[in-house]
């Protein structure tokens, strides 16, 4: 797979969040994807529970402004280091980051992304 291909689509996602687009996030995965965020969790069907995904993001949060710090593309797979800064509905300042692993498939969709990040370190600053 190009490397372009797969740092496009990695942007797409991130810019998707960003915009708490449910309809333009899913569109990067495939049919059957999964989903591991965090890793830990079980896993989400993409196309099952992606509405529900972005409905929480909209619920807490009035902007999220992601920033891949790093992608490094090996095959089909690239590793993301991320950094998201929020602002709450309760205008909160968060800031948490992580590293993302996609798994692309052939038609340059992402069929599984397994999330390392630490949720509760973000509820602590939506609670501080």
Do not use: C
């Not at 989903?35 to 529900?52: Q, W």
């Not at 590793?79 to 340059?108: D, H, L, P, R």
């Amino acid at each position: 797979m190009i490397k372009e291909t797969i740092e496009s689509v990695v942007s797409s996602y991130f810019a998707n969040i960003a915009a708490m687009n449910a309809e333009g996030w899913v569109e990067n995965f495939a049919e059957d994807a999964v989903s591991h965020d965090p890793v830990g969790e079980p896993p989400t069907k993409v196309h099952e529970g992606f509405r529900a995904f972005i409905g929480q993001l909209q619920a807490v949060f009035e902007k999220l402004e992601p920033t891949t710090e790093h992608i490094f593309v090996a095959g089909n797979e690239a590793a993301v280091k991320w950094t998201m800064q929020g602002i709450s509905k309760s205008n909160k300042s968060v800031t948490f980051e992580g590293i993302t692993i996609f798994e692309m498939n052939e038609a340059g969709k992402i069929q599984s992304t397994r999330a390392y990040w630490n949720p509760a370190a973000m509820v602590a600053q939506l609670r501080s």
